[in-house]
């Protein structure tokens, strides 16, 4: 069994920096073997994938966030981060982390809100 909380939304003005963290507890193996994700749904919209990393630190990241968002992990802390710089409105959404590749291990997310 696996657990994720995520932290570290909130309110920021256009052109600011947010930084998620992922806390995972449960099996270290299954943590410290598998991708960590994490995935944006804003309202009306289908869930998406904004940036991945493998165990061995091979990250992905979709084209909409490319440049400005970083993903990392720090496996002794079972923790993912997603460092979000140069906010736009349209990064608004609740931000989930997951674990594993088509998996059912998510968090319960954190709401990011990027307005003036």
């Known amino acids: 069994q696996v657990q994720l909380v995520e932290s570290g939304g909130g309110l920021v003005q256009p052109g600011g920096s947010l930084r998620l963290s992922c806390a995972a507890s449960?099996?270290?193996?299954?943590?410290?073997?598998?991708?960590m994700a994490w995935y944006r749904q804003a309202p009306g919209k289908q869930r998406e994938m904004v940036a991945s990393?493998?165990?061995?630190?091979?990250?992905n990241y979709a084209d909409s966030v490319k440049g400005r968002f970083t993903i990392s992990r720090d496996n002794a802390k079972n923790a993912a981060y997603l460092q979000m710089n140069s906010l736009k409105p349209e990064d608004t959404a609740v931000y989930y982390c997951?674990?594993?590749?088509?998996?059912?291990?998510w968090g319960q997310g954190t709401q990011v809100t990027v307005s003036s």
């Open positions: 997951r674990l594993g590749q088509n998996s059912n291990y």
């Open positions: 449960g099996s270290y193996f299954y943590i410290y073997t598998n991708t």
């Open positions: 990393i493998t165990s061995t630190d091979n990250t």
